[in-house]
Structure formats: C-alpha cells, structure tokens
C-alpha cells in the first residue's frame, strides 16, 4: 500500500465523527516495584510508585477514534459514584463528547484495576455488576441518537458482554442508522450471543468467530489461507450476520479479511514486540471502521488496521497511537 494513499484516507478520515456504543469503563493501572515476597503468604508485595486512569471499555474505542477524528461521541452506562465522576473528567480532557452517556444511581460503574511491577501484570482486579438497561434508559438512548445522528457519519458498537447492547436495542437503532446511510461496524462478545444482522463489518477475534457458529476451538494452521477451519467459520458468518465485511482479528497472524464479493485476504502482524495484547482489538475496529467512512476499500482499511494494531501491542497498558505512529509504521515496513 502506497504511503501517499495511507496518507490521503488519513487526511480524510480525521474529518469524521463517530459514535461508540458499549459498555464504558475506567481503567486504573498501579505502578509500582518488588522487592520481597510478603511473610504473610507466598506472593509479591508490590510497593506502589504512581497511579493512572484511561477510558476503558468502549470507551477506549472512543479514544482511538479521538486521535484520528475530529469529534468522538461515546454512549455508555455508568453509575453515579466517585469512578463515574473521574471517568467523566477523563473523557473531557481528552476531547471525547459524552453527552449520551447514561447514568444509574443503582449501576456500578465499571472499574478494571491493573497492577503492574517491573513492567509485567502482577494482578488485575475487577469491580463490576453488570445490568441490563432498563426501560426508561433505553428510551433516553434512542432519543439522544435519533439527536445524533444529523452530525455523525458512522458508529461503531463496542461490546464487552456487561449488559448495555441487547438484540432489541441494536435492532433499533442499526435500522435508524442505516436508514440514514451511515458506517455501521461491531467488536462482538463472546459472552453476549448477538445476531449483528444488517452491519457495514463485523470485527471477531478467532475464537469469539468459532463461538458465533458453534464450532470447537480448533488449533490455527500455520498459514491462515490455508487454515480450512477458518474459512470454513469466516463462509458460516457471512451467511449469518450478512455484513459488507467480516475481518477476523488473528493476535500474531495478522487479520483475515472476508468479502462476499471477493477471496479471503490475509495480513500478516506488523508487530515487532509485543508487550501488550490489551486494547489492541480496539484500535483495530476503530481505524478500520475510520478507514471505510474516508473512502477506503476493504483491503486497505485491514492493512491500515493492521498496522495499528502492531503499533499498539508494542506498548504497556490500555493504549492508543497517533497519525505520525502509524506513517512511521507504514515507512518501517517499507523501507
């Protein structure tokens, strides 16, 4: 792919706007270092050094998306408690709109604690009680979309299996949004059996893909063009879920592009270390679903996606990258 085209997309894609829809969260990471093990039990004791918080979630998605866009929009569920307030202040200083985020007193928001030593994940702490919308919620959610949709040109579902996407409510407002012609992509779940009927492009890892058929885990081939299990799942979801695309995310073999109206394409992973597997499928929705609204084709958007992705794994915690990242990425590979 030439980098004048990488380019040119770039440029396009940073005056669009896209709305995430999901389940938002906060991620903390605590930063510190061991030195002993505790005499109380066999593990570490880690002695704390600094603490930082980032979107999470789909609200990750959200600032991937921020880096290359002009305007974020983010609809989500939290709580109204002291993690809902910081999440909040997160998403303002990083320019992300959050006027359709929900809020429920009874909700917990969503907070996944890392601890990290010596650059390594020693334990992650969950704190989460997930719900589904009520009523009245989603009532609100649709207004504030049918709002939205004027000023945006496209969204991107982001779900993590915490309750706010339901069949019912995709439905609606899939069929609102494409009414309207707008980008329509998806990061399934594999605890949340959606049907993603009617979407632009449908982003499964392989085994939330071999999950979506009810098919067994079956151990990868070495090359994914000739991994007959897999084009096999890849043929059974564009049959089910009917998308313009299905790119199925491979961690180290790259990305397996699915078209109805063309051959499966494989890329291979940019990566050259990888420290870090978490948010990686998020930057790759979100620079895929960009890449589309600015007028690439499928193949280019995977290999741009794709690029990302490498970026991103190659760095310690929830991350993100910037245009002038993913350029030298492409010059890399190039040169």
Same mark, same amino acid.
């Given at each position: ?6 380019? #040119? ?22 930063? &510190?270092?061991?030195? +002993? ?5 066999? !593990?570490?004791?880690?002695? !704390? ?6 979107? &999470? ?22 709580? #109204? ?22 809020? $429920? ?12 030593? +010596? ?23 649709? #207004? ?26 995709? $439905? ?60 096999? !799942? ?38 050259? #270390? ?7 499928? $998020? ?53």
């Amino acid at each position: 792919m030439k980098l004048e085209r990488v380019e #040119e997309i770039l440029q396009r894609s940073s005056e669009k706007r896209i709305l995430v829809i999901g389940d938002l969260m906060l991620d903390e990471f605590i930063w &510190g270092r061991v030195s +002993r093990i505790s005499p109380e039990a066999p !593990v570490p004791v880690v002695e !704390v050094v600094r603490e930082s918080y980032y979107p &999470g979630g789909a609200a990750n998605v959200a600032r991937n998306v921020r880096e290359f866009s002009s305007s974020a929009f983010v609809m989500g569920l939290i709580g #109204e408690d002291a993690h809902a307030q910081q999440l909040k202040t997160i998403l303002a200083a990083s320019r992300i709109n959050f006027d359709a985020v929900q809020s $429920d007193p009874s909700f917990q928001t969503i907070v996944k604690t890392r601890i990290i030593a +010596r650059q390594q994940q020693v334990v992650r702490l969950d704190r989460e009680r997930p719900q589904l919308l009520t009523a009245e919620l989603r009532r609100r959610s649709i #207004e504030t979309l049918t709002d939205l949709l004027p000023v945006i040109d496209g969204i991107i579902f982001e779900d993590y299996g915490k309750g706010f996407l339901e069949q019912d409510f995709l $439905d609606e407002i899939v069929t609102l949004a494409r009414s309207q012609g707008k980008v329509v992509t998806a990061d399934p779940n594999l605890r949340n059996p959606l049907m993603w009927r009617g979407m632009t492009a449908v982003k499964p890892n392989r085994i939330e893909a071999f999950a979506a058929v009810n098919q067994p885990w079956q151990e990868s081939h070495l090359h994914p063009l000739h991994d007959k299990a897999l084009l096999k !799942v890849g043929a059974e979801l564009l049959e089910k879920w009917a998308p313009n695309q299905l790119l199925i995310t491979l961690g180290d073999q790259g990305m397996l592009l699915f078209d109805p109206k063309a051959a499966p394409y494989h890329v291979p992973s940019r990566a050259r #270390e990888v420290y870090d597997l978490s948010g990686a499928g $998020d930057t790759a929705i979100s620079l895929f679903t960009l890449s589309l609204m600015a007028g690439a084709t499928p193949v280019e958007a995977t290999e741009i996606s794709n690029h990302a992705s490498s970026v991103v794994v190659a760095k310690l915690g929830t991350a993100t990258l910037t245009p002038a990242e993913l350029i030298k990425s492409f010059h890399l590979n190039h040169g």
